[in-house]
């Protein structure tokens, strides 16, 4: 492909910064957007592009964000945002039932209106710029990448909300891409398993490694280019479209 305008939510970094160092690898200009300021503007400072603030729950800062990967500026070819990757989001614990009571609905509400109503958020705004752009020789006018986790399929005790907001973006990812088809619009979404991001860079060694180990082959944690990789592919191949692709090792999470 050549090189286009390209956008990552929550791009500063683990799998949202190594998909934007593959796509500015490949030639393709990225606006990293984050509420981390302080990293992104670190990142684009070491690969290049653009960073903007952005919080995918609120639907001027992505307008906002979007706008900035269209604008005559932003670098690619064909004219318009033509790449969208959304790797924002937040992982949530706790079981339903409680020592004190019922779970809190305020950390259901949360978990949900950034995993899941972030990414309809981020998919709307990136669509309707990209209905505009000029189709390539393939009649493509954008790809949309969303993120999910195995966790939507076989999620643990202690994961309802988790679970939930990400089964909701498995389940949005057909129909979304029948929806957009008529306009040469992909959406694809990747479900990671357990991959070496900064939330479990915060568990010991020993930790890591036996949840490594859990993983039928290869048996380590990925690591986030792996998902990059798989980024980048999806955008290079325009017969991907409407699926979940599954990134685990073969994974298949227990109970607990």
């Given at each position: 492909?050549?090189?286009?305008?390209?956008?990552?939510?929550?791009?500063?970094?683990?799998?949202?910064?190594?998909?934007?160092?593959?796509?500015?690898?490949?030639?393709?200009?990225?606006?990293v957007a984050d509420?981390?300021?302080?990293?992104?503007?670190?990142?684009?400072?070491?690969?290049?592009?653009?960073?903007?603030?952005?919080?995918?729950?609120?639907?001027?800062?992505?307008?906002e964000a979007i706008?900035?990967?269209?604008?005559?500026?932003?670098?690619?070819?064909?004219?318009?945002?033509?790449?969208?990757?959304?790797?924002?989001?937040?992982?949530?614990?706790?079981?339903?039932?409680?020592?004190?009571?019922?779970?809190?609905?305020?950390?259901?509400?949360?978990?949900?209106?950034?995993?899941?109503?972030?990414?309809?958020?981020?998919?709307?705004?990136?669509?309707?710029?990209?209905?505009?752009?000029?189709?390539?020789?393939?009649?493509?006018?954008?790809?949309?990448?969303?993120?999910?986790?195995?966790?939507?399929?076989?999620?643990?005790?202690?994961?309802?909300?988790?679970?939930?907001?990400?089964?909701?973006?498995?389940?949005?990812?057909?129909?979304?891409?029948?929806?957009?088809?008529?306009?040469?619009?992909?959406?694809?979404?990747?479900?990671?398993?357990?991959?070496?991001?900064?939330?479990?860079?915060?568990?010991?060694?020993?930790?890591?490694?036996?949840?490594?180990?859990?993983?039928?082959?290869?048996?380590?944690?990925?690591?986030?280019?792996?998902?990059?990789?798989?980024a980048l592919h999806?955008?290079?191949?325009?017969?991907?479209?409407?699926?979940?692709?599954?990134?685990?090792?073969?994974?298949?999470?227990?109970?607990?």
């Amino acid at each position: 492909m050549k090189p286009e305008s390209a956008i990552v939510f929550g791009g500063a970094s683990g799998l949202g910064e190594a998909t934007a160092r593959r796509l500015v690898g490949a030639g393709h200009k990225v606006v990293v957007a984050d509420l981390n300021e302080e990293k992104g503007i670190e990142l684009v400072g070491e690969i290049g592009g653009t960073f903007v603030k952005a919080d995918v729950t609120d639907e001027e800062s992505v307008r906002e964000a979007i706008a900035e990967a269209a604008g005559p500026g932003a670098g690619g070819t064909s004219g318009g945002v033509r790449i969208c990757v959304n790797c924002a989001g937040v992982g949530a614990a706790g079981r339903i039932v409680q020592k004190d009571g019922a779970a809190p609905l305020e950390g259901y509400q949360w978990a949900i209106n950034i995993n899941l109503m972030g990414t309809i958020n981020v998919l709307r705004l990136a669509a309707e710029s990209m209905v505009g752009n000029e189709p390539d020789d393939q009649g493509q006018r954008g790809v949309c990448i969303n993120t999910a986790s195995i966790a939507a399929y076989d999620g643990q005790i202690g994961q309802t909300a988790y679970a939930a907001s990400k089964g909701g973006v498995v389940g949005l990812t057909l129909p979304a891409a029948r929806d957009l088809s008529r306009h040469g619009v992909r959406v694809m979404t990747i479900a990671p398993g357990l991959f070496d991001t900064p939330l479990l860079a915060l568990l010991p060694e020993p930790a890591r490694k036996a949840l490594g180990e859990t993983i039928p082959f290869p048996s380590r944690l990925g690591v986030p280019d792996e998902f990059g990789a798989l980024a980048l592919h999806i955008v290079d191949n325009v017969m991907l479209n409407g699926e979940v692709i599954r990134l685990d090792g073969a994974l298949r999470m227990a109970p607990k």
